[in-house]
């Protein structure tokens, strides 16, 4: 779990940006939304980011998504650039900083990362067990890496030394170095991060979400449910194969493509064929539909359905962007709750437009992070709601409505002068 992120000089951001996921003294519903992760140590397990279009909600999160990339992600060839630099446009050429403390069950992790167009300048990982801090590895330009007692051989060091290129990180060296040790804290951490933290755009393929549901019942029976509260007439979904004229004469066209390899033809034949089928059922008849024919908001509801399997079954961590997407309050509402209600170490980061979460009950002021774009430098600021420290008794709904806390849209009169017209 996140304990604090910060960002700085990357895409809307400039200066340095912290979003912290500490939750505060308030003692409201403190059970459900938080998680005691180490004694006296509380951390969220939502975090709801709302602010006008344009101003870096979804920056925000690819910022966190990309921090993890880096860390993760190797690099396979020296000369390549790092595609994750995305400077602010008026700080380009210069450094981009990234940190993060994160939780492993009461491990404390702390990552910080510095890099530019082609080199990782300098980053440091460490870790708190209980009260004593140690370091993971230290990295730097001038005094190259350093490593800390976590378990990994002279042998295994120097060959993680020659496979750490310039352009990626320490840690994602693993992912193409033959270390012998087994079971290391290095090997630990790199297995957790792939395992358990999910980028944006994770588990929105639904044709293979339906091939894993069946193989695994548990999901298919959380999924059938789940739908049935989005659409009380679907009974079921199927991958079924369809071969029709259109599929005929695509196949055709890939099999003359001589720039494709063989497997590769295969491979884009039996996506073409296969379909993604709902059963409905009505008490007079029972008919399927392709996904294709399904409304947008069943279509999210099923793919954000496996995402929030994945939050109850693993402690593991989500990004989504715009989680209202196509889906009606009630069923937005209903999801969320469902994760909060019955997870335990998993968090889930989103943003949203629709302001209606901020008058249920259950919303704490702590969870509420803003993010506006500043009209002196057009850098994206980021603030929790909790900071404005407003009467406990004022609705964060209304407060928002009136712009108590910015991070709304200006807008000027809805009438046009004649001359407009």
């Known amino acids: 779990m996140i304990q604090e992120f910060y960002v700085e000089n990357f895409m809307s951001f400039g200066d340095r940006q912290y979003v912290s996921f500490l939750a505060t003294t308030d003692k409201s519903y403190l059970e459900e939304l938080t998680v005691e992760v180490k004694t006296g140590v509380r951390l969220l397990k939502t975090a709801i980011i709302y602010g006008s279009n344009a101003s870096g909600k979804s920056n ?43 939780f492993i069950e009461d491990v404390k992790y702390t990552y910080e990362i510095e890099y530019n167009q ?33 378990g990994l051989s002279r042998k295994s060091i120097n060959l993680l030394k020659a496979n750490t290129l310039d352009n990626h990180t320490v840690l ?46 548990n999901l298919k029976n959380f999924i059938k449910t789940s739908l049935s509260v989005s659409d009380f007439n679907i009974v079921d979904f199927d991958v079924v194969e369809k071969i029709d004229e259109r599929t005929i004469e695509l196949k055709k066209k890939i099999d003359t493509d001589n720039t ?65 997407d196509s889906l009606h309050y009630d069923l ?49 600021q980021v603030y929790s709601a909790s900071d404005f420290k407003l009467h406990k008794k004022l609705s964060l709904f209304n407060a928002y409505k009136i712009g108590k806390f910015g991070a709304k849209p200006v807008l000027g009169s809805t009438l046009i002068a004649r001359s407009e017209n």
């Open 118 to 150: 082609n080199t990782v300048l300098y980053e440091k990982l460490e870790y708190v067990k209980k009260v004593r801090k140690a370091l993971f590895y230290e990295r730097s330009i001038q005094d190259g890496i350093t490593f800390g007692e976590i």
């Open 260 to 324: 494709l390899t063989q497997t590769l033809k295969e491979e884009l034949f039996n996506s073409l064929k296969e379909d993604l089928e709902f059963i409905h059922k009505t008490p007079k008849n029972e008919f399927s539909l392709s996904v294709k024919d399904e409304s947008a908001g069943t279509i999210q509801f099923f793919g954000v359905t496996r995402k929030i399997y994945d939050l109850l079954k693993n402690d593991c961590i989500y990004l989504i962007d715009e989680l209202e």
């Open 60 to 102: 925000l999160l690819f910022a966190i998504e990309t921090l993890w990339d880096l860390l993760y992600a190797p690099r396979d060839i020296k000369s390549k650039s790092i595609p994750q630099y995305r400077p602010f446009a008026l700080k380009k050429g210069e450094s981009s900083k990234l940190g993060l403390t994160f």
């Open 332 to 380: 937005m509402l209903h999801l969320l709750l469902r994760f909060i209600r019955n997870s335990n170490h998993s968090q889930l980061i989103f943003s949203t437009h629709n302001i209606l979460l901020l008058d249920e009950d259950f919303i704490r002021r702590d969870m509420v992070k803003l993010v506006e774009k500043s009209r002196e430098t057009a850098e994206t």
């Open 172 to 217: 994602s060296s693993f992912a193409k170095t033959k270390i012998e040790d087994k079971d290391t804290k290095y090997e630990r951490l790199y297995r957790w991060i792939e395992t358990n933290v999910h980028e944006i755009g994770h588990q929105t393929k639904l044709i293979d979400i339906a091939k894993e549901a069946k193989e695994n019942q």
